[in-house]
């Protein structure tokens, strides 16, 4: 098919039919005028941007350009520390107990998801992606026309690879309004950024191969045997940041690409991530648990014309972008949608949201944020909640102080973890309404090795969801 229409053809064929094409009332432009551009860079810790005045030095000049004219969430919670299970709340809308998509290496093939409500409004949909856990047969490719890595034969796809490929995926788009996901690896362990950044950022060496190390199991027995000592810790740190470094040059490559297209503005663009990382804290290294670090994660939507843009301070979700796209669309929101949209807060309205839970899982571990400022992190099993923690973030919200053993922290602990268990419990029916298929476990290619995720987790995973459901 000629993809090359002149665009009032295709806003003919696509919306002619669907009740017209008039200007959006919040930005005066078409629908068919404003892209969607969803990037996540994977494992991007909230606060390695510098616009958030916590790094050492100015790692994301070009996100902070970005920001400057964005609406900044500053406190965003992913749905998982999960790569496959948050990206897919982050599509869906929905919790991770609904879609069903329990734990990475499971399968599972959605109902509907952004990119297929968008693409029965018209739009061309494309997944520029860095492989792992979002290949297509754990059900990623579902409502786009196209889903695949950045380059045939690099198995691990950073934004150096995916940034080519998604501007050479618009430009055999031109004219169509299209919906793009842009995703890449680039903070992802091996913490090893280019030899550049390398030396400028983090020079020396120490007693461990970072380039090497990868994996919780890896850091486990490094952090046994002593060798992250605070120095290493430093250096670590460092090394992420140095990633976070490189995927902001890139970025402002894309950036800079919109920009000659004459995109930039018109579009909606959003930057976000799955998970951040626990870098050292709460004596870890990687993801895949239930801490504040970890599931504390960047969120930046900048609307056209940098409408909205300024500083939002309240608790949001990764689940809440689906309808806020949505919302400014003007395109309705499907049924089984769990997030809020966001837009009655940014024009100022009363927004219903401020009381809400916020949920984690990935596998059997779950966290639960209470709305006023109680929260729950422990693993599932059998036998009930073990690996438990308690904190109180209004007080203590790098989490830091596991009040459990504190007076009354127990008795605290269990009426919490019994409150969100009756409410989940009757959620269940409704849950399973919208849960996607299940698909057989996908072959493991070696990507999976390469970041660091061993096969016995995936297995814990298949396990827990069997008792889920
Ligand atoms: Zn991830």
């Known amino acids: 098919m000629n993809l090359r229409l002149p665009a009032a053809v295709w806003f003919l064929a696509a919306f002619g039919a669907c009740g017209g094409d008039e200007p959006l009332e919040a930005f005066g432009l078409r629908r068919s005028e404003v892209p969607v551009i969803l990037i996540s860079l994977d494992t991007c810790r909230a606060d390695a941007l510098s616009w958030t ?13 970005f920001a400057r004219e964005a609406a900044r969430f500053h406190d965003c919670w992913s749905a998982s520390t999960g790569t496959g299970p948050a990206h897919r709340s982050l599509l869906t809308g929905q919790h991770v107990h609904r879609h069903g998509l329990y734990s990475n290496g499971l399968a599972v093939e959605p109902a509907f998801n952004l990119a297929s409500v968008l693409h029965a409004a018209g739009y061309a949909t494309g997944g520029i992606i860095g492989g792992g856990y979002l290949r297509e047969a754990y059900g990623f490719g579902t409502g786009f026309d196209s889903w695949h890595r950045a380059q045939p034969g690099v198995t691990l796809g950073m934004f150096r690879e995916a940034v080519p490929a998604a501007l050479s995926w618009i430009d055999e788009h031109e004219g169509r309004p299209f919906f793009l996901f842009l995703h890449g690896y680039d903070p992802h362990c091996p913490y090893w950024p280019p ?39 430093d250096r670590l740190r460092r090394l992420y940041l140095a990633e976070v470094e490189e995927a902001d040059r890139r970025l402002g490559e894309f950036f800079d690409g919109l920009r000659r297209r004459g995109l930039y503005d018109r579009s909606i663009l959003v930057f976000t991530s799955d998970h951040g990382e626990s870098l050292g804290e709460h004596d870890f290294v990687g993801h895949v648990r239930a801490w504040g670090e970890q599931l504390q994660v960047p969120f930046l939507v900048r609307f056209p014309g940098g409408r909205w843009a300024g500083d939002y301070g309240e608790r949001v979700q990764s689940i809440d972008l689906l309808p806020t796209i949505l919302e400014a669309l003007e395109l309705e929101v499907p049924d089984g949608v769990e997030g809020l949209s966001l837009l009655p807060l940014l024009r100022g309205e009363a927004w219903e949201g401020a009381d809400r839970w916020r949920l984690g899982k990935h596998a059997s571990w779950e966290a639960v944020e209470f709305a006023d400022g109680w929260k729950i992190g422990y693993r599932r099993t059998r036998q009930g909640p073990v690996e438990r923690h308690l904190y109180d973030r209004r007080s203590d919200p790098l989490e830091e102080r596991n009040l459990l053993q504190e007076p009354g922290g127990e ?59």
């Open 411 to 469: 008795e605290r602990f269990q009426e919490l973890f019994a409150r969100f268990d009756a409410w989940k419990q009757a959620r269940r029916e409704e849950d399973r309404r919208y849960r996607g298929l299940r698909l057989p476990r996908p072959k493991r290619e070696a990507d999976l090795d390469q970041l660091g995720y061993a096969e016995g987790e995936e297995q814990e995973g298949a396990a827990a969801a069997e008792e889920e459901e």
């Open 195 to 233: 030899e550049d950044l390398r030396r400028a950022r983090a020079p020396g060496e120490g007693p461990l191969d970072f380039e090497d190390l990868c994996g919780v199991e890896d850091f486990q027995e490094a952090l046994r045997r002593g060798l992250l000592d605070e120095a290493g810790r």
């Open 53 to 65: 005045g916590e790094p050492p030095w100015t790692t994301t000049p070009h996100l902070d350009a």
